[in-house]
């Protein structure tokens, strides 16, 4: 009687081409890879991003410095630019978008989960899900 041997590691993982093609064949490693392509675009991308504001802003930084950023004057006429305020106004406007978001949006998870009846809930949640740009679950289920 004849045995076939083959390359077992310890994990029990077959290695050679003939594996390599199999999982290629079953998607996995071009997901896998996919994927990998896809997230180092990304980083790759804010890289340059970043690397083109720091470049195209040498000007405004040599001419006004970093203190752009923490003072208050507001000038063009002689060239006086303070970027505080704007700041402060969107940290301020943030703060109140979510003091008013989160409680809303909390209060009507627990509503639509807890306490509302099966079909006003399945009802909201598809519209919830769709103002969120999210898939809608469409199994008939409250929790998808």
Do not use: K
């Not at 000038?75 to 703060?95: E, H, I, K, M, R």
């Not at 509503?111 to 399945?122: C, G, M, V």
């Amino acid at each position: 009687m004849a045995t076939a041997h083959t390359t077992v590691d310890a994990a029990g993982l077959f290695w050679g081409p003939r594996a390599l093609l199999r999982r290629l064949r079953t998607g996995d490693e071009i997901a896998r890879l996919v994927t990998l392509v896809f997230a180092l675009s990304t980083v790759l991308l804010t890289v340059v991003l970043v690397e083109q504001l720091w470049v195209n802003s040498a000007l405004a930084r040599h001419r006004f410095g970093l203190t752009f950023l923490w003072s208050r004057v507001w000038d063009p006429v002689f060239n006086q630019f303070g970027a505080l305020p704007f700041v402060y106004g969107t940290l301020v406007t943030s703060a109140l978008g979510l003091a008013i978001a989160v409680p809303l949006g909390l209060g009507a998870a627990i509503f639509l989960a807890e306490l509302a009846p099966r079909r006003l809930s399945d009802n909201f949640t598809f519209l919830i899900d769709l103002l969120a740009s999210g898939r809608p679950c469409l199994c008939g289920g409250a929790n998808g």
